[in-house]
């Protein structure tokens, strides 16, 4: 099979394309920079086609996409600096990538009869209430703009093609970028004390994880909507970035003390974020595919990856 993948310098399409060499799939990478960007892991990744490619140029990427021919695309490519999406000035850029670069993407894969695999995010809903979000609600309530951009480009996907998945993650975290994790093990090898909203309750992604599941679904035709994060510890177990943190440290075996606060308290965000991530994701599991592993695990086998 030949799978197009856009992102591929960022932590998700880094994996993606691993996972598709260790299957012995054609994977052919796009991003922005000229050339590949990824982390040197020695992996067969650095070494599969790569085009740069911007999304939002609507000639290059039906151009580029009728070339290739792919039987698929797994479009991993978006704006993601959340708080920046709300500057005045980085609005229509914004929803230049999340929703006229995915319908770009749509529309070449359509002419080319290809699958397209669309990653979007929990942020599309308002985040209210306690009830974990299921695949197929579509009570849309965007809090901010990346959210509202990216439900613009589900949106495009689905208005343009019959052959689509469309999955939603939260919370990621990978090799190949920055992450919450990263982040906090810096900062609590400097600090005593670290305060950390308790407040957003969800589940984290691990993207080595994820690009299994991803594949697993491009090779099937059984499209729609998807949830996908790693799995709670125990059944309804959903946690707070809180939780995450005090877990990370754990097992890093730092002694930094975790002070719980609200956002209200915390009170850095200029996005709003929702309080409520959790992703119900049992249709993952009715449609035969496997779920990602435990979250615990996930973090686990990052440190042990990351060596940071």
Request: proline share 4%; aromatic share 10%; hydrophobic share 40%.
């Amino acid at each position: 099979m030949k799978v197009f993948v856009t992102g591929v310098n960022g932590q998700l399409g880094h994996d993606v394309m691993n996972e598709l060499a260790k299957r012995g799939h054609e994977g052919i990478g796009s991003d922005l920079a000229p050339a590949y960007k990824g982390v040197a892991d020695g992996s067969a990744v650095t070494t599969m086609p790569y085009v740069s490619l911007d999304i939002t140029d609507k000639e290059k990427v039906a151009k580029v996409i009728a070339e290739v021919k792919p039987d698929a695309v797994i479009h991993c490519a978006a704006w993601t600096a959340v708080d920046m999406a709300e500057d005045d000035d980085k609005v229509s850029l914004v929803r230049a990538v999340n929703a006229g670069g995915t319908q770009n993407m749509a529309e070449a894969a359509k002419a080319a009869d290809a699958k397209l695999l669309y990653l979007s995010t929990d942020y599309v809903f308002d985040g209210q209430g306690n009830t974990p979000w299921k695949p197929d609600d579509n009570n849309y309530k965007p809090l901010n703009v990346y959210g509202q951009t990216k439900l613009e480009g589900e949106l495009a996907v689905a208005r343009t093609l019959e052959k689509y998945f469309i999955v939603r993650i939260a919370w990621v975290f990978g090799l190949n970028g920055k992450n919450f994790i990263q982040t906090m093990i810096n900062v609590g090898k400097t600090h005593d004390t670290v305060r950390v909203v308790n407040d957003q309750i969800g589940t984290p992604t691990y993207t080595f994880d994820l690009a299994r599941l991803l594949v697993d679904m491009v090779e099937t035709d059984k499209y729609g909507y998807y949830h996908a994060t790693n799995a709670e510890t125990e059944p309804g177990g959903y946690i707070s970035w809180y939780d995450f943190c005090v877990e990370i440290y754990k097992q890093y075996g730092l002694q930094t003390e975790v002070i719980p606060v609200t956002t209200a308290e915390y009170g850095l965000s200029k996005a709003a974020r929702p309080f409520n991530s959790r992703l119900d994701k049992s249709k993952l599991v009715a449609a035969g595919f496997a779920p990602l592993p435990d979250w615990k695990d996930a973090v686990r086998r990052y440190l042990e990856e990351a060596k940071l």
